[in-house]
């Protein structure tokens, strides 16, 4: 990439209320295949290779909300919006700043689906425009309304309708913000437009819906996971040995015991063996390829933060975890009474219900490592709703769905 347009910065605006939606929740943060439509949209930009910083819009109002429905997520700044989505990305882009910035993408946090695509295409086109939006060409014939009837028809060549993320130059786009402060612009790139910048279209996404009204959000889980999804299963192991220490840690819960578990993190061996079944049944390496023993970064890390990656893996590809079943084979400590609240913490970890969240125990009759009070052994299994995988001469696309690629 050249130099014009690194680093970026993306701003993801959740300042509005979702009135149009009903109901209490923001619609920005209600769920969607599971995750909050706000994790998705943030995803799409932690996962994207040129974005080198997040940073979140919100109401004031909202602060609990988004920081519940991005935990985990590496987010620069939350920071508070303005009266209106103009005065939001302002906020947002003054935020900014501290980041040195040279690009940044200013995204609606309804729009879930952005792609991967889309994001580099409108990044690419800043090579040599200041600003980019991407776009879809309007199909439908336009007809203007007069009194219920037909008054004319108007028309639609040369007509788009635009998406997000909107790109632009940093300085550009900030200076035109502020020129802009008074006006009422729909956009951003109408803000640029005023201010007699460039803008180019690139190619948008008909995935990528602006979530507005409860059949968007339907519309939108429909395209992430199918009706026709498949079911799979992946399975995860682990163990660690017993060490000094005066508790263990199992399924998040800490346990109070005469010994510890060694390990690089935590050493919670439950969610170790769960996060590797979840990457099992997406086909995505393990928990060492994710997580290198030999990264100073995990040193003494929370293992929820593993099994949350391992989860947001797999919602970028619109799987959904529907069912896991732990098994802890040890003599000691008795998993028994600390069943449930090992089951309570996986329901905040996974946001699954707990009917489906299973965590046994059972011993190996104190023959071998486990027998001899030497460690703690884990298996899971995992269960996953993926959507199908189209097949061109046996060959699997490892991206998303050819369904959303339009
Ligand atoms: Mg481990």
Redo the contacts with the bound molecule.
Sequence with gaps: MTEIISPAVAVIVAGGSGSRFGGPVPKQYLPLAGLPVIRHTALAFLHHPQVSRVLVVIRPEDDALARAALEGLDIAAFIPGGADRQASVLAGLVAAQAYSPATVLIQDAARPLVSETMISAALNALQTHDGAVPALPVTDTLKRAEAGRIGGTLPREGLYRAQTPQCFRFDAILAAHRAAIGLSLTDDAAVAEAAGLTVALTPGDEAALKITTSGDLHRAALLLCPPDADTVTGTGF???AFDEGSFVTLCGVKIPHSMGLS?H?D???AL?ALTDAILGAIADGD?GAHFPPSDMRWKGADSGHFLRHALDLAARRGARLVHCDITLICEAPKIGPHREAMRASLQKLTGLPLARLSVKATTTEKLGFTGRREGIAAQAAATLRLPPVATEQGILPEAMPESLEE
């Design positions: 682990d163990v660690h390990g993190s050493a919670d061996v170790h928990i």
